[in-house]
């Protein structure tokens, strides 16, 4: 199917006639950016969050339209304007009902590369997605249009870039500073191998204090119960990365780089690479149009760390903030003001913290591994009660699933016991507001909350049962909070586009992320028809002036 539609995407005129397109595209991605963020923070955002608001079109209440609210599947559903169901990458990790094993989001057969050239290592590339980025398809029209891709997280770089980016770059937390992989390059380019080299020095002895000084609305006090803390650190600010007293070995650049991924020092070095692209891959430098794609993951290791309202959140958020404001100065400067066009988006939003939540006097629920067990042992017991024999049942986070091939072993029927342990959940585990069985999440049609779940499910790896868990509930660990349900605050995310062809201003309209390429495809020139051709589930929402 993929051949075809990129065909019909090459095979159109360039542009239309008279009209100056964008020499650039940037799609920027800030990793668990709830929606609501941004209007929490706005008085305080004079940089490129805040130029987004101040200057770009706004749509309100955009919604994940799909349920799988992790980093894997909300990139490669911005970048294709597809659902997981559509696209394929379902989470940031499947498991395969016929054997148990298990599929990274972009894993692949191709090898990683390094500054120092390839190394030994689980691979990855695009080969899990299976329908076109954004990329792929100006590669397809424009086969001289430039695609690179930067981002802390190896998916959040391929997932946002798909094939066609030379090259995808993401940060190697075991200290070998920018990786990419042999499916985007022989060698990692010059500026990227440049700015491994400058990492360590950038980050020995760098001190992470707030940058304001009077909290912003809505931050809640430092160090409260339930959040996680940095390494080394009680909690609260400011906390300084420790500078090597001696040469660096790999030992202490490893410690290194994974304390520089739970900062906001990562986004720091993320838009520093991105500068360097600009220069270095001479993005927008000509009449073709170009892509630069941008996934910041601090506000998402941070997230899930100390929670979306705590000190260190809002501090990443600002300091974001502030480097986008320098990057896109850049761009009117290097590429032209009204040259380049950019989106704002997220792959998904976050849950409080349960503990902060009943601060306030609101619910919320922390099920850590030890409430797990109880749901777990009712269910096992209910399933050898059945079969007349044990059988395996296991619970990870929300989803349930059996050992199918035992049942049929046993003379069951799984169908048969997925209803009766759905009925075993809703009696023991009064934290879950519903219980969809294997048969329901690959069904089609459902609206509402099975909806959610269909949109992103398949049927080569369904779980036997989805736990979809009441508001406010977190099931994970037993500091720190997460997202993945198909609640609103986990599939609030923005959608904010900027520049070269839109109008500033605010929109109602029923929209999400997939919206976000099929609009960027209509301001280059695509038509109406080439857009259906294309079977994006998003839409375009019509931004040319």
């Not at 838009?271 to 506000?299: K, M, N, W, Y």
């Not at 069951?412 to 016991?417: F, K, R, T, Y």
């Not at 969809?436 to 509402?448: I, N, R």
Request: charged fraction near 20%.
């Amino acid at each position: 199917m993929l051949l075809p539609l990129l065909l019909a995407s090459s095979l159109a005129p360039a542009a239309p006639a008279g009209e100056e397109l964008p020499r650039l595209v940037v799609m920027v991605s800030v990793d668990q950016l709830r929606d609501g963020q941004l209007d929490r923070l706005a008085e305080h955002l004079d940089g490129g969050l805040g130029r987004f608001l101040r200057e770009g079109l706004r749509v309100q209440g955009p919604l994940l339209p799909f349920a799988a609210s992790e980093t894997g599947p909300g990139h490669v559903s911005y970048a294709t304007g597809c659902l997981p169901v559509t696209h394929g990458v379902v989470g940031n990790e499947w498991t395969l009902r016929a054997d148990g094993s298990k599929v990274y989001c972009v894993g692949g057969p191709s090898g990683l590369l390094a500054a120092s050239g390839p190394v030994a290592g689980g691979g990855r590339d695009a080969t899990n997605l299976e329908r076109p980025t954004l990329g792929d398809l100006l590669r397809r029209r424009w086969p001289d249009a430039r695609v690179v891709a930067v981002s802390g997280k190896d998916r959040g770089a391929i997932g946002m870039a798909g094939s066609s980016a030379s090259p995808a770059l993401w940060w190697d937390r075991g200290g070998r500073g920018w990786l990419s992989s042999v499916a985007f390059g022989e060698a990692l380019p010059d500026w990227a191998s440049a700015a491994t080299a400058a990492w360590v020095e950038a980050a020995s002895g760098w001190t992470w204090e707030p940058s304001f000084e009077v909290a912003p609305r809505g931050t809640a006090a430092d160090a409260r119960a339930g959040e996680g803390r940095l390494s080394g650190g009680d909690g609260t600010l400011p906390w300084t990365l420790a500078a090597p007293t001696a040469a660096v070995d790999d030992a202490a650049r490893s410690r290194m780089a994974s304390q520089v991924y739970a900062t906001p020092l990562m986004d720091a070095l993320t838009l520093d690479l991105a500068t360097r692209a600009l220069e270095g891959a001479d993005l927008g430098a000509d009449e073709v149009p170009d892509l630069l794609t941008i996934s910041l993951s601090a506000c998402d290791a941070v997230g899930h760390m100390a929670g979306p309202r705590s000190v260190e959140a809002t501090d990443t958020i600002l300091r974001a903030d502030d480097g986008l404001g320098r990057l896109f100065d850049l761009l009117d400067e290097r590429v032209g003001e009204g040259r380049w066009v950019a989106c704002l988006s997220a792959d998904h939003g976050v849950v409080d913290l349960p503990e902060h939540r009943d601060a306030e006097g609101a619910y919320g629920q922390r099920i850590n591994a030890a409430a797990l067990r109880p749901l777990r042992a009712a269910l096992r017991a209910r399933a050898t009660e059945l079969l007349g024999t044990p059988c395996g049942v296991t619970i990870q986070f929300r989803e349930v699933r059996l050992d199918e091939a035992a049942v049929r072993e046993a003379g069951g029927e799984p169908a048969a016991l997925r209803e009766e342990l759905a009925a075993v959940v809703r009696a023991e585990a009064p934290w879950v507001e519903e219980v969809f069985t294997y048969e329901q999440l690959v069904g089609k049609g459902a609206t509402g909350t099975l909806g959610l779940y269909q949109a992103s499910s398949r049927p080569d790896s369904a779980p036997d049962l989805e736990l979809h868990t009441r508001p406010y509930v977190y099931v994970g660990y037993d500091t720190g909070t997460s997202h993945g349900t198909a609640h609103a605050y986990d599939r609030a995310v923005p959608l904010v586009f900027l520049g070269a062809g839109v109008s500033a201003g605010s929109r109602e309209a029923r929209a999400s992320s997939l919206d976000a390429v099929p609009s960027l495809l209509g301001l280059l020139g695509w038509t109406a028809e080439e857009l259906e051709a294309l079977n994006f589930d998003g839409r375009d929402l019509g931004l040319a002036r």
